[in-house]
Structure formats: structure tokens, C-alpha cells
């Protein structure tokens, strides 16, 4: 919603917003670019009187500022649909749908394209450092999407991708997760469906070979020319070399090399998806790679916040067992020396649930220690994490979390913070306190 917030105000809107609570990254784009952001709910907003409201999925009735834009009569829309609408209809989309690795590989693909001149507008989950903010607006023709597969809206329960209409789309990989609003994997495949389904048969779907669930979307019914990657028939990444480079190949014929920056299968999978895209809408694989070997990440992906007594202090996004493994590996792949302390917060909707929590604990195999902040959980996290024995440490007061992580950190150690939102501001904490 901030990045279309940026969007909106590019096309010369004058633009606001509320949120419950705002954090960085987004608070300081949006601080940046002069949106006013307004603290909570409150119906006193109405006062505003704008053109239109555009409604976040975050918004359920009850709500008391949408009770009254309900009962005030007042227009509104859901962020997907005003960006279908006013943004996406004239360009040619390229969509990264997928459990993982979607804000990376849609900066990655928007960087790409962006070496190549094409001056694509775009709008990810995070801040690439290249790129520098989430979402621009551009008067070229291309525009890389986030295609995220949660409901729209309170009043439109279908997944966001749909409204997108891609001509370019990337199916990374696809895992039982949101079951807040879906109850099994079956059902998000058919989301998946219904994506694959908005695809024109002139453009191109570039899919995960290794993945069965997105096979079991595609045997529902396919229109478009598929892609793979992650295979020898399609675009394969060789074995990373000691600083993490690969060789790329296409088809078993080997198109160039990328330099190591880019931690862990993960990622390497994550290039390959972007390069495939981007040479879909006409950009030469030799000059996608040159574009990577000057990607510099993106936030809140193995994000190194600072340094402090000889340990380092990362921030990650992953809030999936499997994001959580694959980004153990990729920081243990960068760095072969010292300690990886894993922190951990479960605060998506599944994990609150307590779906899941089963996988967590094997998540963590990579980790020398593991420190779990359980508050707010409707499940046991002792009991859960009992198997990893002394390893593991589990808090629910965030000040009692820093001090016992910062009593075992040794110089040489990696602490790695994993949270989908702000942790209570920890990694400053523990950077001070270290």
C-alpha cells in the first residue's frame, strides 16, 4: 500500500494514508517523499473528503474509518484494482508469484531491466539499495509487479495476483502458508490457477521445474508457453564456488557467469527466474548477468545492520520454515567462520496459529543457537523447541530476549534476525547493547 501510495502521488495525486503502526523501511519512503501518515483509524478522517479511498487488505469491518466510508457512502477501491486500473492496463507486466523469494526476484528482474535502458517502473515488497525505493511509476512500457497471492480486500476475497494481467509471470514456488485464509495447499494452487488463467497465450510463464505443486497447477489447465528453470532443460545454475559464484546455463549451453553475492540455493534459483523474464521481454542473458554482478540485495534480505563488539547483526524477512532454512544456509555459504545465532519471531497469521510450528524447530538445523520470542502465541514454543535442547532460548519479555542474546555473543558471531514485521526495534537494541 505504500508503494502504490508512491505510485499514486508520481501520476499527481495528492495522497495520505493511516496504518495502525508504520515501520521502517516504508515509514522513511514515505516520510521521504511527504505523504502525510496518519496514526490509527479514526473516523475524524473523513474530514479529509478525498476523491477516493483505496482500501489495504489489513482493513476488516469493523474498522471504525471504514464503518463510516460505508455508511457516508463514500468511493472506494482496493489497492489492486486502482493499480490494474490507472497503472498496469497500458504496460507490459511481468508478475513473480511464489511462497519465497518474490521481493528479491522482482528486484532483481526491475534491476535488470533497468540496465538495459528500459526505465521499467515496478513495485516490490522491499527496498533494493539499486533501486532505492519499493514502487515508481515510469512513462516506459515495462512494469515489475510483486504478485502476491492474499486476498485483495474485506469486500474482494481473491488473490491480489489476479488483477494484475501479466504478459511476463514467474512462478517461483508454492507452500501451504496464509492459513489465516486458506485452508489447504489445494486451495492455494487453484489462486494459482486463476493466475495462470489471466495469461495470454503470447506471453510466457517461466515456472520452478523442482516444485510438484506448481506441476499440479499446471496440469489444471495452461494457455501460455512455459519456461523452466532449475533444470537442464531450461536455465540451470552450477555449483557455487568458494565466493559463492555459479555458472548459468540455458538448455545445456552455458550463457555466462555470475560473481558471488547472491547467498544460497535460494538466490541462485531467484537469478535464474529473473533472467529467463527478462529475456522474455527482449533483454540477452549475457546482459542480465552483467546487470546482477552489481546487485547489491535488498533490505530486510540478509541485511547487515550494523557491527558491534565483533558481531555482526543481521535483519531477514523469513517467516516460513523453509525461508528460515534456505537463509541459514545462504549466511552460513557467505560466511564459513564463527557462529550463527538465529532470533526468531513468529508473527505471520500461520505461525500465530500455530500451523506450521511442527517444521519449525528442523528450520533451525544450520544455527549454533536459537532464541525464540514468544509472545502473543496461541502454542507452546517451549515445548515445540524442546527438541533442539540446549541450542535453543526461549523469551516472551523483548528486553530479557537482548540481554541473554547479547550474554552469549562472542566476537566473530552472526546474529541473525528473522521477523515479517519491526521485532520491537531489536536489531538497534542489540546493537546498543553489544
Given at each position: 500500500?505504500g508503494?502504490?501510495?508512491?505510485?499514486?502521488?508520481?501520476?499527481?495525486h495528492?495522497?495520505?494514508?493511516?496504518?495502525?503502526?508504520v515501520y521502517?523501511?516504508?515509514?522513511?519512503?514515505?516520510?521521504?517523499?511527504?505523504?502525510?501518515l496518519?496514526?490509527?483509524?479514526?473516523?475524524?478522517?473523513l474530514?479529509?473528503?478525498?476523491?477516493?479511498?483505496?482500501?489495504?487488505?489489513?482493513?476488516?469491518?469493523?474498522?471504525?474509518?471504514?464503518?463510516?466510508?460505508?455508511?457516508?457512502?463514500?468511493?472506494?477501491q482496493?489497492?489492486?484494482?486502482?493499480?490494474?486500473e490507472?497503472?498496469?492496463?497500458?504496460?507490459?507486466?511481468?508478475?513473480?508469484?511464489?511462497?519465497?523469494?518474490?521481493?528479491?526476484?522482482?528486484?532483481?528482474?526491475?534491476?535488470?531491466?533497468?540496465g538495459?535502458?528500459?526505465q521499467?517502473?515496478f513495485?516490490?515488497?522491499?527496498?533494493?539499495?539499486?533501486?532505492?525505493v519499493?514502487?515508481r511509476?515510469?512513462?516506459?512500457r515495462?512494469?515489475?509487479?510483486?504478485?502476491?497471492?492474499y486476498?485483495?480486500?474485506?469486500?474482494?476475497?481473491?488473490?491480489?495476483?489476479?488483477?494484475?494481467?501479466?504478459?511476463?509471470?514467474?512462478?517461483?514456488?508454492?507452500?501451504?502458508?496464509h492459513?489465516?485464509?486458506?485452508?489447504d495447499?489445494?486451495?492455494?494452487?487453484?489462486?494459482?490457477?486463476?493466475?495462470v488463467?489471466?495469461?495470454?497465450?503470447?506471453?510466457?510463464?517461466?515456472?520452478?521445474a523442482?516444485?510438484?505443486?506448481?506441476?499440479?497447477?499446471?496440469?489444471?489447465?495452461?494457455?501460455?508457453?512455459?519456461?523452466?528453470f532449475?533444470?537442464?532443460?531450461?536455465?540451470?545454475?552450477?555449483?557455487?564456488?568458494?565466493?559463492?559464484?555459479?555458472?548459468?546455463?540455458?538448455?545445456?549451453?552455458?550463457?555466462?557467469?555470475?560473481?558471488?553475492?547472491?547467498?544460497?540455493?535460494h538466490?541462485?534459483?531467484?537469478?535464474?527466474?529473473?533472467?529467463g523474464?527478462?529475456?522474455?521481454?527482449?533483454v540477452a542473458?549475457?546482459?542480465?548477468?552483467?546487470a546482477?554482478?552489481?546487485?547489491?540485495?535488498?533490505?530486510?534480505r540478509?541485511?547487515?545492520?550494523?557491527?558491534?563488539?565483533?558481531?555482526r547483526?543481521?535483519?531477514?524477512?523469513?517467516?516460513?520454515?523453509?525461508?528460515?532454512?534456505?537463509?541459514?544456509?545462504?549466511?552460513?555459504q557467505?560466511?564459513?567462520?564463527?557462529?550463527?545465532?538465529?532470533?526468531?519471531?513468529?508473527?505471520?497469521?500461520?505461525?500465530?496459529?500455530?500451523v506450521?510450528?511442527?517444521?519449525?524447530?528442523?528450520?533451525?538445523?544450520?544455527a549454533?543457537?536459537?532464541?525464540?520470542?514468544?509472545?502473543?502465541?496461541?502454542?507452546?514454543?517451549?515445548?515445540?523447541?524442546?527438541?533442539?535442547?540446549?541450542?535453543?532460548?526461549?523469551?516472551?519479555?523483548?528486553a530479557?530476549?537482548?540481554?541473554?542474546?547479547?550474554?552469549?555473543?562472542?566476537?566473530?558471531?552472526?546474529?541473525?534476525v528473522?521477523?515479517?514485521?519491526?521485532?520491537?526495534?531489536?536489531?538497534?537494541?542489540?546493537?546498543?547493547?553489544?
Amino acid at each position: 500500500m505504500g508503494g502504490i501510495a508512491a505510485i499514486a502521488q508520481h501520476a499527481g495525486h495528492r495522497v495520505t494514508g493511516c496504518d495502525a503502526n508504520v515501520y521502517p523501511p516504508m515509514s522513511e519512503q514515505l516520510g521521504a517523499l511527504g505523504i502525510g501518515l496518519i496514526e490509527g483509524f479514526g473516523n475524524d478522517q473523513l474530514a479529509l473528503k478525498p476523491d477516493l479511498w483505496v482500501v489495504g487488505n489489513v482493513v476488516t469491518r469493523g474498522n471504525p474509518l471504514m464503518e463510516a466510508i460505508l455508511d457516508h457512502g463514500e468511493r472506494y477501491q482496493s489497492g489492486p484494482q486502482w493499480l490494474a486500473e490507472h497503472v498496469l492496463a497500458s504496460k507490459w507486466v511481468l508478475a513473480v508469484a511464489g511462497t519465497h523469494g518474490k521481493t528479491t526476484t522482482s528486484s532483481l528482474l526491475a534491476w535488470i531491466l533497468e540496465g538495459a535502458g528500459y526505465q521499467p517502473g515496478f513495485l516490490v515488497g522491499g527496498i533494493a539499495p539499486d533501486l532505492k525505493v519499493s514502487a515508481r511509476s515510469t512513462e516506459g512500457r515495462y512494469f515489475v509487479i510483486e504478485a502476491d497471492e492474499y486476498d485483495t480486500a474485506f469486500f474482494d476475497k481473491r488473490s491480489k495476483f489476479v488483477h494484475y494481467r501479466p504478459r511476463t509471470a514467474v512462478l517461483n514456488n508454492l507452500e501451504f502458508d496464509h492459513a489465516d485464509i486458506f485452508d489447504d495447499l489445494a486451495a492455494i494452487e487453484r489462486q494459482f490457477h486463476h493466475f495462470v488463467r489471466t495469461i495470454p497465450s503470447q506471453g510466457r510463464l517461466v515456472v520452478n521445474a523442482r516444485d510438484a505443486a506448481l506441476e499440479r497447477v499446471l496440469a489444471q489447465g495452461c494457455w501460455t508457453p512455459v519456461e523452466r528453470f532449475g533444470c537442464a532443460e531450461g536455465w540451470e545454475a552450477g555449483d557455487p564456488d568458494e565466493e559463492g559464484g555459479f555458472e548459468i546455463a540455458w538448455q545445456g549451453n552455458p550463457v555466462g557467469r555470475l560473481r558471488g553475492h547472491l547467498p544460497g540455493a535460494h538466490n541462485r534459483m531467484n537469478a535464474l527466474a529473473a533472467i529467463g523474464a527478462a529475456r522474455h521481454a527482449g533483454v540477452a542473458p549475457a546482459a542480465a548477468i552483467d546487470a546482477l554482478s552489481r546487485f547489491q540485495g535488498v533490505r530486510r534480505r540478509l541485511e547487515l545492520r550494523g557491527t558491534a563488539r565483533g558481531v555482526r547483526v543481521y535483519d531477514d524477512f523469513a517467516h516460513h520454515p523453509t525461508a528460515i532454512r534456505e537463509t541459514i544456509a545462504g549466511l552460513r555459504q557467505r560466511h564459513h567462520g564463527g557462529r550463527i545465532l538465529a532470533v526468531f519471531e513468529p508473527r505471520s497469521n500461520t505461525l500465530k496459529q500455530g500451523v506450521l510450528k511442527e517444521a519449525l524447530p528442523g528450520s533451525f538445523i544450520g544455527a549454533d543457537k536459537v532464541f525464540i520470542h514468544h509472545a502473543g502465541l496461541a502454542w507452546d514454543a517451549a515445548a515445540v523447541f524442546a527438541v533442539l535442547g540446549n541450542r535453543v532460548r526461549c523469551e516472551a519479555d523483548l528486553a530479557e530476549l537482548v540481554a541473554v542474546i547479547v550474554a552469549e555473543a562472542r566476537d566473530g558471531d552472526h546474529i541473525l534476525v528473522m521477523s515479517n514485521g519491526g521485532f520491537g526495534g531489536i536489531h538497534a537494541k542489540l546493537l546498543a547493547a553489544l
